[in-house]
């Protein structure tokens, strides 16, 4: 499956391509990002191959984090989660005052802080928390004491408890076959022609490539990005029902 063409795709091969070359150079852990989901998949299918001397990691300062950074390390020195130059930041505030995620990246995209020094914002009751590159850790924490109109208390290198702000709708259906025509129609409930359509018109990505293929096999474990419906999770394709047709389990993130 390959990418399609994006001028940023040039610009991050380069930044790939330098933090295993200063790996490759200082014997030590070398890391690049936050990235994205799809930035993700284009590192690994880049780095697809790489010298088996050499380990690649992602992590976000928190298990299931969806931004993450990439460390390049020799296979003999992995980078450990300490490692990761990552900060978090907690903003505290009045419960009743519900802060989102587009409040907190606003506030912190005014400041002049790069979407690429910005992990994942998960908004709670009262609580907010960042995480973000350790460089800019102290700009944020001098620069920023309101978010969205509202008056914030900032708790540098935060370490708590995180809000809880992943919310799934499970889905239990039936699917002719594993074929993504087949498994996008029962994921948003559309006719096999709808489906076929969207997919037809890049509306569709596995695991955060874009495909036009129809009938590619969706496989347990994959995720399907469908424009204007979500993300779903495949958490299973089969086994086969009595009759004849398979069961999907999948998840989608709320």
Known sequence: MAFTSDPSDSILRSRIEDTVRLCDKRGVPCFLGFLDLREQAYVQTTLRGVSSDT???FYGGYT????TMLSVSPSYLPAAEDDYPICAIAFRYRSQKKLTHRD???????????????GDILCGDGLSVVFVRDEVAPYICEQIDRIGG???TVIPQYS?????CVEYEFIRETVASPRLDSVVKALVRCSR????????????????????????AV?????ISIRGFGRFYIDQ????????RLALHARRRL
Request: glycine share 12%.
């Open 55 to 57: 380990t690649i990691c």
């Open 193 to 216: 022609e709808q489906a076929a359509e969207l997919i037809r018109l890049g509306s569709v990505s596995i695991n955060h490539i874009p495909t036009e293929s129809i009938t590619k």
């Open 104 to 118: 907190v990246l606003g506030t912190l995209m005014s400041v002049g802080v790069r979407r690429d020094a910005i």
């Open 237 to 244: 394709v089969g086994p086969e029902t009595k009759r004849g």
């Open 160 to 164: 708590g408890d995180l809000p809880i």
């Open 64 to 67: 299931d984090a969806e931004r």
């Open 219 to 223: 496989t347990d474990g994959d995720v």
């Open 150 to 152: 509202e008056g914030v």
